[in-house]
């Protein structure tokens, strides 16, 4: 497996350290490798609405609506809480 070396702060990787604890994961690489899969399987979705949105029939979007749909949903789970 190809492997890649990233220069962090010191706060990133105990922010990552952190999670690894909190998250019972076994290692900072499982950890990132997690939050990668995470941030693919986000992208492949927003792509996918995107392109269902652009086939016609709706309205277009742009970016601004991912960033309002979030923090709306940010707002409703403050809401819940």
């Known amino acids: ?21 909190r998250g019972g994961f076994e290692s900072s690489n499982d950890y990132l490798s997690e939050l990668l899969g995470m941030e693919m399987d986000r992208q492949a979705m927003q792509d996918m609405m995107v392109e269902g949105i652009d086939s016609g029939g709706l309205a277009p979007f742009d970016q601004r609506f991912f960033v309002d749909l979030v923090e709306y949903a940010e707002t409703r789970d403050k809401e819940r809480s």
């Open 1 to 21: 497996m190809p492997t890649k070396s990233f220069l962090l702060t010191e706060a990133q990787i105990a922010f990552i350290d952190a999670q690894v604890q």
